[in-house]
Structure formats: C-alpha cells, structure tokens
C-alpha cells in the first residue's frame, strides 16, 4: 500500500552511492577506507544537496519570470532542526539512501543523528516559522523567509546536580545547508544625524548622514517542498564590518587593537540568539539585531521589485510581507523611510504603500512579552527614524481625535509614545498601525486580543482588520519523519500518503477505530516509540523505566504562565499518595513516567528553580524502592526539535496546562495528539478547538476558564485565597526536607502561598488531580484508550499548517500559488 514516489530524487541506489563516494573522495578528500559516521553524514548532505540545488535555481528562475506577487515572511527565529531527513523525505528518495548507506556499512538513523540541529529559535514562535517554511514550499508558493544567521543558536542545556547549566551553542562548523552569497552584502548604517534641506529645486530633502556602517552579508537556506520539485529561499543575514579586515587608517596609526575590536563589535550584531522566551529586556544589541535584520531584508526585496521597472503603487501587489510578532516592526518605519527619503515620494502616497504591505502576527497577550523600546535609545541608534514613528503617531493620533472628539483619554493610551520616564516606542502599536491586517494563532487568543490589550484599535479601526489564523504544524516533520511507522501505517488505510498534502484525507481513519487488527498494529507502535525514548531515558538519566507504563509528557519552554510547577506538585501528591496505599490499592494503579524537558531563559530564577524541583523530586521517587516501577520522574536535558521527534511519538498522554488565557496557541498539543497520544488540558490556546475537532470524550480538559481569570486573581489580592488542601499537604511535603533544602524551593512555594498565585495553581490544582485519575482510569481500558487516540487522529486535518498557510494566503497575503510545469 505504501505508495513510492519519487520527485527528483535519485534515479536508484547506484547513482546515490556514486554520488556520495565522489564527494567522499573529493569534496572531503577522503577515502572510503577511513569514512567514518561524520563524513558519511557530511557526503550524503552533499549529494542530496546537489539534487536541491538544481531544483532551487528553477524554482527561482520560474519566480523571476513569472513576475508574480512574493510573500515575505519576516521572524528573528527560525527553529529549522535537522536538515538532512527532510531533504530525503521531501525530495522522496530515503529509502534509496537507506539501501545506499547500508551498501556502504552504514545505518540511516546513525548517519542523520550526526546533524547538529539548526536551533535558530526559542520556542512556538520560532518553529512555527519552520513549519511555514515547510508548508510554503510544499503548496508552490512564491515565498522568502528573512532571519538572521546567528553563530550561536539557543544554548545547549547541561543539567548538573540537577541545575541547569548552559553552554553555548556553536552550530557552524560544518553546514552543508547554507550558501553564502559574499556578493550580496547591504551596508546597514547606524548612530549619526539627521539633516533638512532644500536641494537646488527647492524641494524638503532629509538625510541620515554620519553614524557607522556594518554591513550584512547573505546566506542563503534551500528550502525544499514535500513532493513537488518547489524550493525556496531562506535567507539569513550575517554581520560583518565595514572595512574588511581592518580599519587601514588606525591600522597605520599603530592602533592595531581598536581596529580589530571595531571589527569584532560589528560582528557581534549577528552572534547570538537572545534566549528569552516571553520576556522583554529592552537590550541595546537587540534592537541593533532588529534594524541591523529588518534594513538588509527590505534592501532586498525593494531591489528586487525595483527591477521589475513598475510604479511604486504597485509595490502591494507583488509584495506582501508578513510579521512574525513585533520583532520586525522597524520594517514599516524603514519602507517608509526608503519611499519618503530616497525614492521621493509623498508622505500619504508611501503610507497607503507601506500599510498595504505589511501584516502582523500577534504571538502573545503576556504584557512582560511586549515590546517597548526607550526613545533616548532609539533616538541615538536610529534618529531619523525615531522621527518617522513620531509622525506616524502624530497622523494617527489625529485620526483617532477626529473619531472620537469626546474622548480625551484615549489618545494616551493609544499613543505609540507611551507618556512613561523614559518615554517608550509601543512596538505593537506601531505594528497595527502600519499593517492592513492583525491576527492571532487561536480563537481563543485572537477574541483576546481584540477585547484586552488591543481593544481600543478595534474602535479605531474597525473589527475587520483583525482576524484569526489558527497554527498549524507540518505533517512532513511531525508525522511521516518523526513516526515513520504510524506514518506507513496511516497511509496503508488511507489510500496512499497523499495524507500528508492532505491532513484531512486522516479522516479515512474514524472506519478502523475499532478494527481489531489494526488497533493492534497502532499499540504496536506505540510501544516500540515507547521502548525507544525509554533506552534515551536509560542513557542520558541512568534511571530505568517500563515501556508498559503510561508515559506523562510536559516539554516545552519552562514558565510560569506553562504550569509545569502545577506538574511537579501533582506528581508529589501522587508520590503522598502511593506511600499512604495498601499494597491492594497500589495492584490496581496504573504506573505512569512523568517525563519533563525544557529550557528556562537564562535569568528566569524561577524557572530554573522549576527545573531544579523535578529532578530533586526525581532522585528521591527514582531511588525509592518501595515505590519501584508505580512512579518515575525523569527531567530530560536539552530539549530541542530533534529530541521532540523522538518524544513526541513516545507519549500517551500529554501536558498543556497554561493558565487559561495566558497561551496563545500552543503546537506541541497538536503534535502530540498527531501521534496518537491523547491531552491533558486547560481550556486555552488551540487546546479549545482541538477539543473541537476531536471531541469533548477524547480530551482531558479541566480547570477555570480563561473568562473568570481576572476575577480569581482579584479575589487573591483581597485576602480571599483558601490554600487547596492536597496542594497544602504538597507544600508541607516540600518544608519537610522531603526533597532536599526546602529553603531552595521557599520561592516557588511563596509565589502560590504568599504572593497572589497569579497562575492560579492552587484554583486549578483540585480539578487537575482529579482529572488526572480519570486519565489512570481510562488508561487501564487499553482497548477503548487505543479508539480514542485512532478517532482523534482520524480528525486532526485542521491543523495542519498548509490549512493555515492556505488561510493566510488568502485572507492576509492575497497570493496564488505558482505551480512548476512538470514533475520529473
Ligand atoms: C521579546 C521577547 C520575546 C521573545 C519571544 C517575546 C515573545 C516571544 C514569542 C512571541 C513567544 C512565543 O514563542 N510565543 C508562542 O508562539 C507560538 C506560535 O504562535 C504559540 O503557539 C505559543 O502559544 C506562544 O507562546
């Protein structure tokens, strides 16, 4: 049943093996003798990249002609993972290279482990850029990522007595996958003066003179599509200083050491990821990262349209950029610059342009994520355009006096200047103000925005202008790659792996939820995914776990807002709560492996102390014989995609637990309900229409909803706070010493006790463990368990993001596909 097809891959083993020898031998000048894991890894990324190549530079050729519109997609992260499988996969020719490989004394699955992953990203909001990417390619669009090409990805998290320590993550040794283009350099200029004059006819000429020049210099990522020959760009920008190697005039002068600090401080811009996830920092560096990423991109893409000799008016109809959050904001205050200071054209002529152009993606409502940068800063690294903001605000500000004469207060809370010592750049605001169209990830958080943090632009502008656009993942990676098997499985009963173009052909499935033989086929799987992450277990922890046992999965960033503090203590109640059963009792209990990974940003104490409390916990429940096989903990180090691809597949039920209203999306949840595992949840973020599709008896919902949140907290800081008792008994649990130094965990405890429980843990913590034992119950009927996981897949076609980019497409962008003439 399982379909072959191939793109453009390979013709057969022999021409796989020709290829990846000669770049053995000459690419890497080695011979096959001494060909280790290394270079077979490094030589078959060269042969197929060769194959990607050819298929990329048609792809771009045809874009060029057809001249039609490009989307842009503008974000500072993208989490792209490994590389290699999705070559093979997408361009359909890895079980060639498997044969291929093992013909040379190699196994594929080896050979792929030895990719560094290309972590360019903190979290959701960076891995949804690759799965757009992914899905960009996949349906023909014309489509350009533009990020930046970090040195160092997010950091690599070592867990040392149970600390998280983090080391840096130097990714760029070795890189098949990008190109550098030394002829594509944009000199990107910083600091100096603002200058207004009158030229010779008498026209209002304003300069940006003085300052200093970095220059950016292209890298470009072949991104390939699933099934079809299309492979676009990702373009990243790296930085690099002006004056070469030196700066000859101080060079001469003897000041050989300023002249290379100069050099380095350039090449600083584009060094290293900002690690924090929901958290603004209003660093100097960044904001040089924005414009530095921002100013090179539009360079570009305005040159690009410039050669198609049409008029500025037409600019949006060839162009449509997208902004993934408020990090790009800066590229609707440089359009405008670049159209009112360079091309000449007039203030409202640029503007009707510039807000055509340009649309932006909300990502999170959590007000210490938003994006405020000081006018003092801004006025010395970026003057004229601190000026142009301050016009844009000013020609708003009248709009919305105009509209609402009466209303005196709204102007200052509108204002994009916010009236605080220092004064503050709204990012947010400016990014609505410049873009035609505002969307959030889930329904949820798209009604959120509209009646919270952005209620009053929806006065100002009307309802239409913001909409909703749920995430979606793409199936390639979270399915067919990550759980081959289940993959091979779905596709013998659908017809084929056309599922993974089309999700919702997964509805084929609902006819065989209760099909004896293939249930069996599914829970085989399952346990072999489970066998698999258990030996990981094994290796990287020592601890030793049951496959048969329900595996309890919480990965993702660690904060607060995620809960996973709800987590630990639940699994101490659990813990309280075995050591106080009969031996009776304790025979009728499901075993379960609670399984936690993620990074907390470096300065986040509290989730670092999170992170500390699971695996104090772990090694007292780990070590306790009594217990044996009822209860492991097990905190898995380094959390990154292709671990995901690993865990995911492995769980039976995972957790998503935000405080209702504090998660915009989430994708893990859909990723890991893709794979047959069902959730446990808040009712937030996309939880809510998965539940939705998948109906209400295939999800574990619980907890208090996102409407009464503000009233909760209310009553917290009035007094009104009655502790839950189990969560008490945790907490007391905690003081003993139970798990070490309570003094180490005081923090996390006064949060809930003491300091208002913004979160809400000790609201929700009664419905949580109770929901927890419907999930020990339902998982001891295996047989209905195994329906509901095949009945949930069957219905997970929503959300895949070629749903989503499909959406986007149309409703945002305004963008057709462009198909390739021929498949060969
Ligand atoms: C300025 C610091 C900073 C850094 C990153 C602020 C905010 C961010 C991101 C917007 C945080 C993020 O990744 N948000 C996540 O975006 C996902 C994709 O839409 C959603 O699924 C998650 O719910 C949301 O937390």
Request: proline share 3%.
């Amino acid at each position: 049943a399982w379909k072959k097809f191939q793109a453009h891959g390979f013709r057969d083993k022999d021409e796989f093996e020709r290829d990846t020898v000669r770049h053995v031998e000459t690419t890497l000048a080695r011979s096959m003798f001494n060909c280790d894991e290394t270079a077979a890894y490094a030589a078959t990324s060269l042969a197929f990249r060769d194959r990607l190549i050819t298929q990329w530079n048609r792809t771009q050729q045809r874009q060029t002609f057809s001249d039609t519109k490009r989307i842009y997609y503008l974000s500072l992260e993208f989490l792209m993972g490994r590389a290699l499988d999705n070559a093979m996969l997408n361009v359909g020719a890895k079980a060639i290279a498997k044969d291929g490989l093992a013909d040379l004394g190699f196994r594929i699955e080896d050979i792929i482990a030895q990719e560094h992953d290309a972590a360019l990203g903190n979290g959701g909001l960076g891995r949804l850029a690759a799965c757009f990417l992914d899905s960009m390619a996949s349906l023909n669009f014309p489509a350009w990522g533009y990020g930046l090409r970090y040195r160092y990805g997010i950091f690599k998290q070592e867990i040392v007595d149970g600390y998280q320590v983090e080391v840096p993550d130097y990714w760029l040794d070795f890189n098949p996958w990008e190109f550098p283009r030394h002829d594509i350099v944009v000199d990107i200029q910083f600091y100096g003066n603002v200058r207004k004059y009158q030229n010779d006819q008498g026209k209002n000429v304003v300069t940006w003179e003085g300052g200093e020049i970095v220059k950016a210099v292209a890298y470009d990522v072949p991104i390939p599509g699933f099934d079809t020959p299309s492979t676009n760009n990702l373009r990243l920008w790296s930085s690099k200083a002006a004056s070469g190697e030196f700066d000859f005039q101080k060079f001469n002068s003897g000041d050989y050491e300023s002249s290379v600090a100069d050099q380095q401080r350039a090449e600083t811009i584009s060094a290293v990821l900002y690690p924090n996830d929901n958290l603004e920092r209003g660093k100097e560096l960044r904001l040089k990262q924005q414009y530095f990423w921002v100013a090179a991109s539009l360079y570009d893409i305005v040159r690009r349209f410039k050669k198609s000799k049409r008029a500025w008016s037409e600019f949006p109809e060839q162009v449509a950029i997208q902004l993934n959050d408020t990090h790009p904001t800066l590229a609707i205050v440089e359009l405008q610059r670049i159209l009112i200071d360079l091309e000449g054209l007039e203030w409202d002529e640029a503007w009707k342009i510039v807000t055509k152009t340009f649309g932006y993606t909300n990502h999170t409502v959590l007000p210490e994520a938003l994006e405020k940068w000081s006018v003092p800063l801004f006025q010395n690294l970026l003057p004229r355009h601190l000026q142009i903001i301050y016009e844009i605000n000013l020609f708003f500000l009248q709009l919305v006096e105009k509209k609402f004469p009466k209303e005196r207060e709204i102007l200052g809370r509108v204002s994009i200047i916010e009236e605080s010592q220092p004064k503050m750049v709204r990012m947010a605001y400016l990014a609505i103000v410049g873009s035609h169209k505002v969307n959030g990830v889930a329904e949820l958080h798209s009604d959120l925005i509209k009646t919270t943090i952005f209620k009053d632009f929806v006065r100002i502008f009307g309802p239409d202008k913001f909409t909703n656009v749920t995430n979606g993942i793409t199936p390639r990676r979270w399915l067919h790659q990550a759980n081959p098997r289940l993959s091979e499985l779905i596709a013998s009963k659908t017809g084929g792996i056309g599922f993974l173009k089309d999700l919702t052909l997964l509805n084929e499935l609902e006819n065989f939820a209760d099909d004896k033989e293939f249930k069996k086929e599914w829970a085989e799987i399952k346990y072999a995914n489970k066998v698999r992450l258990a030996k990981h277990i094994k290796t990287t922890t020592g601890v030793t776990v049951n496959p048969a046992a329900l595996f309890d999965i919480q990965v993702k960033r660690i904060h607060e807002y995620k809960r996973q503090q709800m987590n630990i203590f639940g699994v101490i109640h659990r813990y309280l709560t075995i050591k106080n059963m009969s031996a009776e009792e304790r025979k009728k209990l499901a075993p379960r492996v609670s399984i936690f990974g993620g990074k907390a940003a470096p300065g986040y104490w509290m989730a670092k102390t999170i992170i500390h409390l699971v695996n104090s916990v772990g090694s007292v429940v780990n070590n306790d014989k009594d217990v044996g096989d009822l209860l492991k903990v097990i905190f898995l180090e380094d959390y990154n995609v292709s671990k995901a691809e690993m865990i995911i597949p492995a769980s039976d039920i995972s957790e998503h637990i935000s405080t209702a209203g504090t998660e915009a999306s989430g994708t893990s949840n859909m990723k890991f309900v893709l794979n047959g595992g069902l959730i446990i949840g808040t009712c937030d973020g996309a939880n809510i229409e998965i539940t939705r599709e998948i109906g209400e008896s295939n999800i574990f919902l619980f907890g208090n909803l996102a409407e009464d949140v503000e009233d909760l907290r209310h009553a917290h800081n009035y007094g009104d706070h009655s502790m839950d008792p189990d969560l008490v008994k945790v907490f007391e649990a905690i003081k003993s010493n139970m798990f070490g130094d309570a003094g180490s965990f005081g923090a996390l405890v006064g949060a809930i006790e003491d300091h208002g429980d913004y979160y809400l843990v000790s609201d929700d913590f009664h419905s949580y463990i109770q929901t927890q034992e419907l999930v020990d119950e339902a998982y001891k009927n295996q047989d209905e368990w195994i329906s509901k996981c095949i009945q949930s897949v069957a219905r997970m076609g929503f959300f895949s993001s070629d749903r989503c980019i499909n959406e986007y497409a149309e409703s945002i962008w305004n963008i057709e596909p462009l198909q390739p003439e021929s498949k060969n």
